[in-house]
């Protein structure tokens, strides 16, 4: 069994930060990327930014220049460093991994279960 597990979401007011962290855990050969997506009320889930097991980036247009994604392959931990928060970045945040759990096994898609992201005054 696999699971990721989101913390660090909360209320924030504009021009705030937040942190958010995404630990995998359970029987995990290898993690390949990783990446976060977000859903706000009445809207489709949207990628926010991926990282690879390498460090390669992918963001957003909304988010580029304002929100960092990195992540410990020691620790099976993505994170998102999110700075100068907008109205608009509340939504629900998903992190995302493709896990392989044994060598003869495929990749495989995982979710977390979301944690809420509130920007307001």
């Known amino acids: 069994q696999v699971q990721l597990v989101e913390s660090g979401g909360g209320l924030v007011q504009p021009g705030g930060s937040l942190r958010l962290s995404c630990a995998a855990s359970?029987?995990?050969?290898?993690?390949?990327?990783m990446g976060w997506y977000r859903q706000a009320p009445g809207k489709q889930r949207e990628l926010v930014a991926t990282?690879?097991?390498?460090?390669?980036?992918n963001y957003a247009d909304s988010v580029k220049g304002r929100f960092t994604i990195s992540r410990d392959n020691a620790k099976n931990t993505v994170y998102l460093q999110m700075n100068s928060l907008k109205l608009e970045d509340t939504a629900v945040y998903y992190c995302?991994?493709?896990?392989?759990?044994?060598?003869?096994?495929?990749?495989?898609?995982?979710w977390g279960q979301g944690t809420q992201v509130t920007v307001s005054s």
């Open positions: 359970g029987t995990i050969f290898s993690i390949y990327a």
């Open positions: 990282i690879t097991r390498g460090g390669s980036t």
């Open positions: 995302n991994a493709d896990i392989r759990v044994s060598v003869s096994t495929g990749l495989k898609d995982y």
